[in-house]
């Protein structure tokens, strides 16, 4: 397995040229030579960052050598994507939704995790319930991530708007491992964060406003899904099975042994960061995250509206068209 990160300055910008290049290079027959897979430091992707740390990925794969990419939000996903710098990932489900919808080359295979969000709030802001945030300063991944749609929701049901809606409250893009650096410095007052960053906050003495469950449908919404780059997924299929067959060992070591989980988990995010979160700060962190490759299609097509009403889409995409766990249910009997 090789690992690479990609610097955002060196991803492409999309292009119509490069939503040609969704696959790796192939060998004779339909056997690639590699799958480029994207993955972020955060507990919400524990499935791709235990597949990483444990070998499982590579070993499902045989021949075809794994090459992992570390990200910190949607947005480089999906220029990594349209650029045809990577061939699957792991991402929330609003960027891949755009992208999708934008003709970027991708469809769902699998869901990843539910739930696994928080908001919180530093402890002298002042911030104590949603309502607070009128003339907050609230860090979010990137526009248009999962957390940012999630968290103009959550405004709108408290009567709150953010700064480019003609609100109040401004939403501050900061990728999700410098949150707890910026609440430190106190660059902002809150944010909306997969774990395992809301708990390492809360370790150092932030507060916890808004819980999983509380942030949307009790918890029972998708956070991350696995998507592939649909030329790779049709051109070489045995490929696309290994991944899924990785996907789900994975799964189900996390659900086996979560002091497992979480020291691959720690180790890969300490891989990828240079962070490493401690025991406490990863148990209550996998205690908020459902680790799943089901996905509730219901709850997200009420989400794809989230995304629409959050102004990231003029429609809903076709879940029909979008989603496709045909081949992962296959292989879950």
Do not use: C
């Not at 897979?37 to 499935?47: E, I, Q, R």
């Not at 902002?188 to 395992?196: F, G, H, I, R, S």
Request: no cysteine.
């Amino acid at each position: 397995m090789l690992r690479h990160r990609l610097a955002p300055a060196l991803i492409l910008p999309l292009t119509l040229g490069a939503l040609s290049l969704g696959a790796a290079q192939a060998q004779s027959g339909t056997q690639p030579t590699e799958l480029r897979l994207g993955v972020f430091p955060n507990v919400t992707h524990a499935a791709g960052l235990v597949g990483v740390q444990r070998g499982i990925f590579q070993k499902e794969l045989g021949g075809v050598k794994l090459i992992v990419k570390e990200f910190a939000n949607g947005s480089q996903i999906n220029e990594a994507f349209a650029a045809g710098a990577i061939d699957a990932a792991y991402v929330g489900p609003g960027p891949a939704m755009n992208a999708f919808m934008r003709g970027v080359p991708i469809k769902v295979y699998a869901g990843a995790a539910n739930a696994g969000a928080v908001l919180v709030a530093r402890k002298d802001s002042g911030v104590r319930n949603v309502k607070a945030l009128a003339g907050k300063k609230v860090a979010v991944p990137t526009r248009g991530s999962t957390q940012d749609i999630s968290l103009r929701h959550l405004l709108h049901e408290n009567g709150l708007k953010a700064t480019d809606e003609g609100g109040t409250v401004s939403i501050v893009p900061i990728d999700p491992a410098n949150m707890p650096a910026a609440f430190a410095a106190k660059q902002v007052d809150a944010a909306l964060v997969q774990e395992p960053w809301g708990a390492v906050m809360e370790s150092q003495g932030a507060k916890l406003i808004v819980n999983e469950k509380g942030i949307w449908a009790n918890g029972n919404y998708t956070t991350t899904v696995l998507v592939v780059n649909t030329t790779y997924a049709s051109k070489y299929p045995t490929a696309l099975r290994g991944l899924l067959r990785g996907h789900l060992t994975a799964i189900d070591f996390i659900k086996r042994s979560n002091a497992g989980a979480q020291k691959a988990v720690a180790e890969q995010i300490y891989n990828f960061t240079g962070k490493r979160p401690n025991t406490n700060e990863l148990f209550r962190a996998l205690a908020r995250t459902k680790v799943t490759w089901d996905i509730n299609l219901s709850t997200l097509g009420e989400y794809a509206q989230l995304n629409k009403e959050a102004g990231f889409a003029r429609d809903v995409p076709d879940l029909g068209r979008f989603v496709d766990l045909s081949v992962i249910r296959g292989l879950a009997k």
